[in-house]
Protein backbone atom coordinates (compact mmCIF):
# COMPACT_ATOMS: atom_id res chain seq x y z
CA UNK A 1 0.00 0.00 0.00
CA UNK A 2 1.15 3.50 -0.92
CA UNK A 3 1.14 6.32 1.45
CA UNK A 4 1.59 9.89 0.21
CA UNK A 5 2.54 12.89 2.15
CA UNK A 6 1.75 16.30 1.04
CA UNK A 7 3.35 19.42 1.26
CA UNK A 8 4.66 22.67 0.28
CA UNK A 9 1.47 24.91 1.59
CA UNK A 10 1.62 28.31 3.06
CA UNK A 11 0.52 31.63 2.91
CA UNK A 12 0.74 34.16 -0.27
CA UNK A 13 -0.71 37.26 -1.44
CA UNK A 14 -3.17 36.89 -4.28
CA UNK A 15 -1.97 36.72 -7.67
CA UNK A 16 1.69 34.84 -6.39
CA UNK A 17 2.43 31.37 -6.81
CA UNK A 18 2.97 27.64 -4.46
CA UNK A 19 4.45 24.45 -5.82
CA UNK A 20 2.59 21.46 -3.93
CA UNK A 21 4.73 18.20 -3.81
CA UNK A 22 3.59 14.98 -2.71
CA UNK A 23 6.08 12.32 -1.78
CA UNK A 24 4.95 8.85 -1.81
CA UNK A 25 6.44 5.53 -0.12
CA UNK A 26 5.75 1.86 -0.12
CA UNK A 27 4.93 1.46 -3.66
CA UNK A 28 6.38 2.67 -6.93
CA UNK A 29 3.53 5.82 -8.40
CA UNK A 30 3.88 4.47 -11.72
CA UNK A 31 1.29 1.83 -10.79
CA UNK A 32 -1.08 4.88 -10.20
CA UNK A 33 -3.33 7.31 -11.77
CA UNK A 34 -2.39 10.60 -9.39
CA UNK A 35 -4.92 13.46 -8.10
CA UNK A 36 -5.30 16.79 -6.41
CA UNK A 37 -8.13 17.77 -4.52
CA UNK A 38 -9.21 20.97 -2.40
CA UNK A 39 -11.47 21.48 0.66
CA UNK A 40 -12.58 24.50 1.77
CA UNK A 41 -13.93 25.13 5.16
CA UNK A 42 -17.67 24.07 5.14
CA UNK A 43 -17.10 22.56 1.86
CA UNK A 44 -17.29 19.20 -0.32
CA UNK A 45 -13.75 18.20 -1.01
CA UNK A 46 -13.41 18.51 -4.77
CA UNK A 47 -11.25 17.73 -7.71
CA UNK A 48 -8.57 20.39 -8.54
CA UNK A 49 -6.64 17.81 -11.54
CA UNK A 50 -5.62 14.33 -12.23
CA UNK A 51 -2.40 13.19 -14.28
CA UNK A 52 -2.34 9.85 -16.17
CA UNK A 53 0.33 7.00 -14.86
CA UNK A 54 2.99 8.03 -17.59
CA UNK A 55 1.61 11.73 -17.22
CA UNK A 56 0.74 11.99 -21.25
CA UNK A 57 -2.94 12.77 -19.90
CA UNK A 58 -3.88 15.53 -17.63
CA UNK A 59 -7.02 16.95 -16.60
CA UNK A 60 -8.15 20.23 -14.68
CA UNK A 61 -11.39 21.62 -12.98
CA UNK A 62 -12.27 24.84 -14.90
CA UNK A 63 -11.67 27.03 -11.92
CA UNK A 64 -8.12 26.37 -12.14
CA UNK A 65 -7.24 25.56 -16.15
CA UNK A 66 -4.83 27.96 -16.94
CA UNK A 67 -3.20 28.49 -13.71
CA UNK A 68 -2.10 25.43 -12.31
CA UNK A 69 -0.47 22.60 -13.48
CA UNK A 70 -0.19 18.72 -12.61
CA UNK A 71 3.17 16.78 -13.28
CA UNK A 72 5.09 13.83 -11.80
CA UNK A 73 8.56 12.22 -11.64
CA UNK A 74 7.73 8.43 -11.13
CA UNK A 75 11.80 8.36 -10.41
CA UNK A 76 11.31 10.41 -7.94
CA UNK A 77 8.41 9.00 -6.54
CA UNK A 78 6.38 12.46 -6.70
CA UNK A 79 3.90 14.50 -8.00
CA UNK A 80 3.80 18.10 -8.17
CA UNK A 81 0.83 21.25 -8.03
CA UNK A 82 2.25 24.18 -9.37
CA UNK A 83 -0.34 26.79 -8.80
CA UNK A 84 -0.44 30.26 -10.60
CA UNK A 85 -2.02 33.15 -10.43
CA UNK A 86 -3.37 32.32 -6.84
CA UNK A 87 -6.47 34.04 -5.91
CA UNK A 88 -8.45 33.99 -2.14
CA UNK A 89 -11.24 31.43 -3.86
CA UNK A 90 -8.24 28.62 -3.80
CA UNK A 91 -8.06 28.75 -0.26
CA UNK A 92 -8.64 25.51 1.24
CA UNK A 93 -6.41 21.96 2.12
CA UNK A 94 -5.30 20.38 -0.63
CA UNK A 95 -5.03 16.60 -1.11
CA UNK A 96 -3.14 14.51 -3.65
CA UNK A 97 -4.48 10.98 -3.98
CA UNK A 98 -3.64 7.93 -5.73
CA UNK A 99 -5.55 5.28 -7.81
CA UNK A 100 -4.02 1.99 -8.84
CA UNK A 101 -4.71 2.30 -12.46
CA UNK A 102 -4.08 -0.79 -15.46
CA UNK A 103 -3.93 1.02 -18.06
CA UNK A 104 -1.44 3.94 -18.13
CA UNK A 105 -3.75 6.58 -19.84
CA UNK A 106 -6.74 6.75 -17.55
CA UNK A 107 -7.87 9.91 -15.98
CA UNK A 108 -9.30 9.97 -12.40
CA UNK A 109 -11.45 12.93 -11.47
CA UNK A 110 -13.87 11.48 -8.83
CA UNK A 111 -13.23 10.64 -5.38
CA UNK A 112 -14.54 7.95 -4.92
CA UNK A 113 -12.34 6.42 -7.08
CA UNK A 114 -8.83 7.08 -5.07
CA UNK A 115 -8.13 4.71 -3.01
CA UNK A 116 -4.76 6.54 -1.57
CA UNK A 117 -4.87 9.67 0.28
CA UNK A 118 -2.43 12.17 2.15
CA UNK A 119 -2.95 14.05 5.00
CA UNK A 120 -3.46 17.08 3.05
CA UNK A 121 -1.85 20.98 2.69
CA UNK A 122 -2.95 23.85 3.89
CA UNK A 123 -3.00 26.63 1.14
CA UNK A 124 -4.00 30.32 2.09
CA UNK A 125 -4.37 33.04 -0.26
CA UNK A 126 -4.95 36.25 1.22
CA UNK A 127 -6.03 39.58 -0.47
Known amino acids: QVQLVESGGGLVQAGGSLRLSCAAS????????LGWFRQAPGKERVFVAA????????SYHDSVKGRFSISRDNAKNTLYLQMNSLTPEDTAVYYC????????????????????WGQGTQVTVSS
Open 97 to 116: AASVQGQYIVLVTTAKEYAY
Open 26 to 33: GRTLSSYA
Open 51 to 58: ISRIGTGT
